[in-house]
């Protein structure tokens, strides 16, 4: 039974098979060789994470105008240790943003006078890790390794929080930041049909952002999943390349993405034979320390707190791609 709801719910068997019928009849391209596969692999990816996308946003929406960043600024005030990193990190699972969207946030709460350390653990966690990332996951790579990712995700975010917060780098944060007034106050208590108005407002905000990069991604992987050939990726990013988490790493700073758009890569990658250790390593690092939301923080933060994010998530994302890769070997 979960065997048929996994495949037909999440991972969206039917849609395949309904997108390679099309290719076939429509375009007259079998599905079997390079440019029906191609455009098969590219039709099923964007519609299934356009739907995945919508139905999740849509719910983490509703969830969301329950807690408003006003709310989330009085439950975490005067949380410290790991308490208040778990609860930062949590509340980052809430938040659909990229790393760039999380940023204001992260200002928000730094001027608010949350502890430094649970609003890293925040700023780690929102990018990297939501609820839509665990369906998101699940649909590409089944529920164990998503389960897996989000868990180790979390504890990066926390581990990253505390050890933020024991150097005591609050005077690292730009003056400008910590001068500015708090903003004000909760929104009113909200009717359902206006949280449902909310979760749609969600959607075409989110889908308005992420589009270019879904079909970019999906693009990319519909190449690397027919063009690219799978000795050239695994002599790159297979097993025996021990500097391949590495490699992952460096390969995804430089790219700006959420999780929506970085997924159909790794799922190219991944039917290349690429290990899943690997593609946590590159998703993380898109994900966390895209170059773009690296330039946004430096304005924000000074050098050696930038650095110290940097060095934190960097060996938080080898160690988790090194161990992933010996336990699923």
């Known amino acids: 039974m979960w065997t048929f709801i996994n495949d037909q719910l999440f991972k969206m068997v039917w849609l395949n098979d309904l997108a390679g019928w099309f290719v076939e009849t429509i375009f007259k391209l079998?599905?079997?060789?390079?440019?029906?596969?191609?455009?098969?692999?590219?039709?099923?990816?964007?519609?299934?994470?356009?739907?995945?996308l919508s139905v999740l946003i849509f719910c983490m929406g509703i969830i969301q105008s329950y807690f408003p960043p006003e709310r989330t600024k009085v439950l975490l005030r005067g949380m410290r240790g790991w308490k208040g990193n778990l609860l930062g990190a949590l509340i980052g699972t809430v938040t659909p943003f990229c790393s760039c969207s999380s940023i204001p946030i992260f200002i928000g709460f730094t001027t608010a006078g949350l502890p430094l350390g649970v609003t890293f653990s925040f700023l780690i966690s929102s990018p990297m890790v939501d609820i839509a990332s665990i369906?998101?996951?699940?649909?590409?790579?089944?529920l164990k390794i998503a389960v897996i990712y989000v868990i180790v995700g979390l504890l990066l975010a926390i581990i990253g929080g505390t050890v933020i917060d024991k150097l005591g780098m609050e005077n690292q944060v730009q003056e400008y930041i910590r001068n500015m007034e708090e903003g004000s106050s909760f929104k009113e208590d909200l009717t359902f049909k206006k949280r449902v108005s909310l979760g749609v407002e969600q959607v075409r905000?989110?889908?308005?952002?992420?589009?270019?990069?879904?079909?970019?991604g999906v693009g990319i992987g519909a190449g690397i999943h027919n063009w690219v050939p799978q000795s050239f990726v695994e002599n790159i990013l297979g097993q025996n390349n021990l500097l391949s988490v590495t490699l992952a790493v460096l390969i995804g700073i430089p790219i700006y993405a959420d999780i929506f758009g970085v997924l159909p890569i790794a799922e190219a990658l991944f039917s290349k034979g690429v290990p899943i250790g690997t593609l946590v390593a590159f998703m993380m690092s898109v994900t966390t320390l895209s170059l773009p939301s690296l330039i946004m923080l430096s304005k924000v933060v000074k050098p050696k707190l930038l650095g110290t994010f940097v060095i934190i998530c960097l060996i938080g994302i080898l160690i988790i791609g090194f161990s992933f890769n010996w336990f699923f070997v």
Do not use: H, N, R
Request: net charge negative; hydrophobic share 55%.
């Open 205 to 216: 905000e989110v889908a308005g952002k992420v589009w270019p990069y879904i079909l970019i």
């Open 135 to 142: 369906i998101m996951l699940m649909s590409f790579f089944g």
């Open 30 to 52: 079998p599905t079997d060789e390079k440019i029906g596969g191609s455009l098969q692999f590219f039709i099923f990816d964007t519609v299934k994470i356009f739907i995945l």
